[in-house]
């Protein structure tokens, strides 16, 4: 630097600035309302969006268009704050470079959003094209020809790409204007179209009121105007959070209420860095205006949310009702059923025991069929409503001093013959000491006889091995088979509330899909822990309860 | 709609390419100093006159 530059840099006494920003240069206080006032809600409304779905399109330029008008903002403020010509030129250039870029990524959001795809290859050069000569040539004379000084303005002077600059901004205003009339020419569904027109007023106000401060501020040296002009912003994160809260936008379900509160916190604690009464009277003016929308908005919202809340609490009641209606629906019908095949039942046992005379011998074979349908059918139904019982917490626990190894061998001997029918090598090993727990025999005599039969049922071939070890302090009931195996899929199914496996339902038709949730609850019940485990399909199974010793 | 491989291109080149043009701005204004004061008014030449960018 020269040193007749030099000595004219020091005769314009340009304070210092402070963290770049801060510093009395700057022509009035008001730019720190306008700036942060602007950017802080845009840039929150945006991350906000992000991060409901940072993977979406829409979601991530809306992003970008935030983070651009941020910079913007910031290269703004270095340029009003700093003493340093370098720092000007620098922050200045960047300026040049993002104003265009805040256009362009609005624009891709606005067509992102309102036609829910991206732009088509060609699309995407020719809107691209237009930014190529601002990235080239915004470090060169042709974007800032130099500083001057012959004012002491601290100004960079702009070159013909920066001109340029501003016109390509008009490119992407229009486009967004036409890409809006057509959707909203083509559009069908309800309420897509006030959509589509509210985005659009409010992208329009921001990017509009953005040039047009820019631009005025220039002409007629008023740099109060493009203070102003920034606005924009602010309004757009207004339509942007009312369409969030109204359409349901972005997939967030934002509460109006904290968008706008957040907004007006902003605004308020802003009036902090004013200090002259007349930039006061400006900025309550504009902050009214603010207040007065925003207002209406919030109070809209949070009426909205008390009917929907009304709405779900009748909605819920009503729904409550029905499911308890239900539930003695079915309990009666179930109830019924039971007494009707339990007769039935009772019926063909009398036949066959002779109660009637002897049977002639064709017909034995169909009641014997009968007295073993009937017995499934009950067996069934009461399957069904011990699990309604265990879910109603009808079930109570009669708990006393129970032998382990007394019970779980007399199943087994019960359960054999069934197993012997099937060719199965059904076994029993008990280990050495006390298997005394605290337990219901009717309870447990179910879950255990539920869990072996289960083996004997889904194993066609090969055996089923029931073993008991006790540990320090539980004892664990090991059954395990050659059967057919549980796939990974089934095994998320098992111990649900009617849970059917894909592949067991091939083996066991008639599986009510409640046995092993009625098994877990009486072992959970009693502070015991089942599970299954298994290779695979065809690779056999193991069901493991672990129950606390006394 | 989800962001897709072409549209993460497209604005990666673009961010690049604003960050590769921001990085010769700093290197030429800031670390070389590398522009022209305008010292009084009759300096500050023509935007629109070609003759003005003479390199």
């Known amino acids: 630097m020269s040193p007749v530059i030099a000595e004219l840099i020091q005769s314009c006494e340009w304070a210092p600035s402070q963290f770049l920003v801060i510093s009395d240069n700057v022509f009035s206080p008001l730019l720190y309302y306008s700036y942060l006032g602007s950017v802080i809600p845009t840039l929150l409304i945006a991350l906000f969006i992000f991060s409901k779905g940072p993977k979406r399109l829409p979601n991530q330029l809306i992003l970008l268009t935030a983070l651009s008008f941020a910079a913007w903002v910031f290269g703004a403020m ?111 569904k309800p309420g897509e179209r006030t959509m589509i027109a509210l985005l659009t007023i409010g992208i329009t106000a921001f990017l509009l009121s953005f040039s047009l401060g820019n631009i005025l501020e220039v002409f007629t040296e008023n740099w109060y105007i493009g203070q102003y002009g920034l606005f924009g912003a602010p309004i757009f994160t207004a339509f942007l959070a009312y369409l969030i809260v109204r359409f349901r936008a972005f997939n967030a379900k934002l509460i109006g209420a904290q968008a706008l509160v957040a907004a007006l916190w902003i605004l308020v604690l802003a009036l902090l860095f004013i200090r002259s009464v007349e930039n006061i009277r400006v900025v309550v003016s504009i902050t009214l205006i603010f207040v007065l929308i925003l207002g209406v908005l919030l109070v809209r919202s949070v009426y909205r949310e008390i009917q929907q809340r009304e709405r779900v ?76 019982n265990i879910k109603s917490g009808k079930v109570t626990y009669a708990k006393s001093p129970l032998d382990l190894k007394e019970l779980v061998g007399s199943i087994v001997a019960d359960l054999k013959p069934g197993a012997d029918t099937k060719g199965l090598a059904l076994t029993m090993k008990g280990g050495d000491g006390d298997f005394t727990i605290q337990g219901d025999r009717m309870q447990l005599t179910n879950a255990f006889k539920n869990l072996i039969d ?76 089942v599970w299954a485990e298994s290779d695979g399909k065809d690779q056999g199974s193991r069901f493991i309860v672990e129950l606390p010793i006394s | 709609m989800a ?7 497209y604005i990666s080149i673009l961010l690049l390419l604003i960050l590769i043009s921001g990085g010769v701005a700093w290197w030429k204004y800031v670390h070389q100093q590398d522009f022209v004061y305008f010292t009084t008014e009759e300096e500050i030449p023509d935007r629109f006159d070609p003759g003005s960018y003479s390199l």
């Open chain 1, 78 to 188: 270095v340029t009003w704050a700093t003493e340093t010509p370098a720092y000007t030129m620098f922050f200045w250039t960047i300026l040049v470079l993002v104003e265009p870029l805040v256009y362009f990524f609005a624009f891709y959001f606005f067509y992102a959003f309102i036609y829910k795809k991206d732009l088509s290859v060609w699309q995407k050069v020719f809107f691209a094209i237009p930014l190529i000569p601002v990235m080239v040539l915004a470090p060169t004379r042709f974007a800032l020809l130099g500083y001057d000084l012959s004012n002491c303005d601290r100004n960079a002077y702009e070159g013909i790409a920066t001109t340029y600059g501003y016109i390509i901004e008009i490119l992407y205003a229009v486009s967004i204007l036409l890409f809006a009339a057509l959707a909203f020419i083509k559009a069908r």
């Open chain 1, 313 to 388: 609490e009748v909605l819920a009641k009503d729904l409550e009702t029905a499911n308890q209606q239900q539930i003695i629906l079915i309990h009666f019908i179930t109830h019924q059923l039971k007494g009707f095949v339990t007769k039935s039942r009772n019926v063909f046992s009398m036949l066959l025991e002779g109660d009637f005379g002897s049977l002639p011998d064709t017909m034995k074979p169909m009641v014997e069929e009968g007295l073993r349908s009937d017995t499934k059918g009950v067996n069934t139904i009461q399957e069904i409503l011990n699990a309604a």
């Open chain 1, 454 to 529: 289960n083996s004997i049922k889904y194993t066609p071939k090969g055996s089923v091995e029931v073993s008991l070890e006790r540990g320090e302090e539980k004892v664990r009931l090991l059954i395990k088979d050659t059967g057919v195996g549980i796939t990974p899929e089934d095994m998320r199914l098992l111990f649900t509330e009617g849970g059917h496996g894909k592949e067991s339902q091939k083996v066991n038709v008639e599986s009510t899909g409640f046995g092993l949730y009625i098994v877990k609850n009486i072992i959970e019940a009693h502070q015991g822990k």
């Open chain 2, 3 to 9: 962001a897709t491989k072409g549209s993460s291109l």
